[in-house]
């Protein structure tokens, strides 16, 4: 699986972006989606969201809780983050991951990772 992240940008607070993950592969509909981001200066990555196989479900942290919609089209092999309400602190490189767990091993897969700059 390959991902590739698109939508990033620099955007005044308080506005929105819209990130996109489109995913190489026939299995794509198996894996469990997140999104994950890294501030600069070296500060760990956080998850921000994820949504599970079939879409059912999804799990935000709670700084980005009300403000972020993470969703999938199956069809389209694409994950997205609806980022609304943006503030100088989600500045950040978002990352794409797509894991899936069998009984023979764990498949992650990342992608580059694509920039969002929130100028206050």
């Known amino acids: 699986v390959q991902l590739v992240e698109s939508g990033g940008g620099l955007v005044q607070a308080g506005n929105s972006l819209r990130l996109s993950c489109a995913a190489s592969g026939s299995t794509f509909s198996f894996y469990s989606m997140g999104w994950w981001r890294q501030a600069p200066s070296g500060k760990e990555r956080e998850q921000v969201a994820?949504?599970?196989?079939?879409?059912?479900?999804?799990k935000y942290s709670d700084s980005v809780k009300g403000r972020f919609t993470i969703s999938r089209d199956d069809a389209k092999n694409t994950m997205y983050l609806q980022m609304n309400s943006l503030k100088p602190e989600d500045t950040a490189m978002y990352y794409c991951n797509a894991i899936l767990t069998t009984d023979w091993g764990t498949y992650d897969y990342w992608g580059q990772g694509t920039q969002v700059t929130v100028s206050s």
């Open positions: 994820v949504i599970i196989s079939g879409g059912g479900n999804t």
